[in-house]
């Protein structure tokens, strides 16, 4: 059965998606919703059978954690059982918005949320329906991404009808996403924040608004056995059908030859760039985007879908700078290129 769709583009419409999605969830339902990273696939999270509709909806291997989305500082203090100054000051600068803080649970957030750990991610979104939803429901909300396990994000509605149009009874078009990738995640349990998975608020910002002397990079590795304090830790994640392959390039000649010895069909090639620019593809096969992460972030999963949609074999992307402006992107892009 195909997904009932409902738009917010009006304050009425706004109202009766709010109410119907309420509705749905406080049965123990799931529901697809708009946020301002990507969009989410939401349950109770205080109901262990709604959240295990979570995981069986995406496929999701049962180990890798949710994100807790609440609409208060009150409701976030709720869900942990370590509520630190760190928090205090992150949340200060950057809530509502896309930061996670990972902290100690509470014994009210249930085992399948946390993939068995002992650690929850808090993240108080700015999507005005997003926050309208959970003020309706009076109780935060697991949200992963509304997508099949490691497929890319989601950034429109018709995103998340490709994937789960079958599988969802209802999802709520809130429009295009302008974050467009996933939330910075920060471990926020000590005196210095350390970044799990980078997303757009990037370790410059972090360390400013968190007076720390140093913020950890992204934390390498994972321990076999041990559970996942975030989600976005497994080697491959965001992944498009099409092979992904992240390079840098000279000039057209180094370009072409690349092309030349990866066996791909020229017709079924696309590059993505955002500073070097091809000459060498039919315009229909390059994509510009413009040479700034946030433009560059935004624009990176709807893009990524549309070669899909059309059938590519192979998808280059640009190399992005090495720079902490970019770390988010780089991060989506390097384990979107990991080959099963």
């Not at 018709?158 to 295009?176: F, K």
């Not at 096969?285 to 074999?313: K, N, S, T, W």
Request: charged share 20%; aromatic share 4%.
């Amino acid at each position: 059965m195909a997904a009932e769709v409902l738009s917010t583009e009006t304050t009425a419409l706004m109202a009766v998606a709010v109410e119907r999605a309420a509705e749905r969830l406080r049965s123990g339902d799931v529901v697809a919703v708009p946020t301002e990273t990507v969009y989410g696939l939401a349950a109770n999270a205080l109901d262990p059978a709604a959240v295990a509709r979570i995981y069986a909806v995406k496929g999701r291997p049962a180990h890798n954690p949710v994100i807790v989305h609440v609409a208060s500082r009150t409701m976030a203090r709720e869900c942990t059982s370590d509520w630190t100054p760190l928090s205090d000051r992150l949340a200060d600068v950057f809530w509502p918005g896309p930061l996670t803080l990972v902290l100690p649970r509470s014994p009210r957030i249930p085992d399948i949320v946390t993939g068995g750990g002992s650690t929850v991610g808090i993240r108080w979104p700015q999507h005005p329906f997003m926050q309208a939803l959970i003020r309706r429901c009076g109780f935060p909300l697991a949200a992963p991404s509304a997508n099949l396990a490691n497929r890319l994000s989601p950034t429109n509605a018709s995103h998340v009808l490709g994937q789960l149009g079958d599988r969802v009874a209802l999802v709520v078009d809130g429009g295009d996403c302008n974050v467009g990738i996933e939330s910075t995640v920060v471990d926020a349990a000590g005196t210095a924040p350390r970044i799990l998975r980078p997303g757009m608020i990037d370790e410059p910002a972090l360390r400013e608004a968190a007076g720390a002397s140093a913020v950890l990079s992204e934390v390498v590795g994972v321990i076999p056995g041990q559970p996942l304090q975030s989600p976005g830790q497994l080697a491959r994640h965001y992944s498009p059908r099409a092979r992904l392959e992240v390079w840098s390039w000279r000039d057209d000649a180094e370009l072409a030859r690349r092309l030349a010895e990866s066996g791909a069909a020229p017709d079924r090639t696309y590059v993505v760039a955002h500073h070097q620019v091809p000459h060498l593809l039919p315009l229909s096969q390059v994509i510009l985007i413009p040479d700034d992460p946030e433009a560059f972030a935004r624009a990176l999963y709807a893009q990524l879908h549309q070669c899909d949609d059309v059938g590519a074999e192979l998808i280059v992307v640009e190399a992005p700078p090495a720079v902490p402006a970019w770390a988010g992107v780089a991060d989506r892009l390097r384990r979107a290129s990991v080959r099963e």
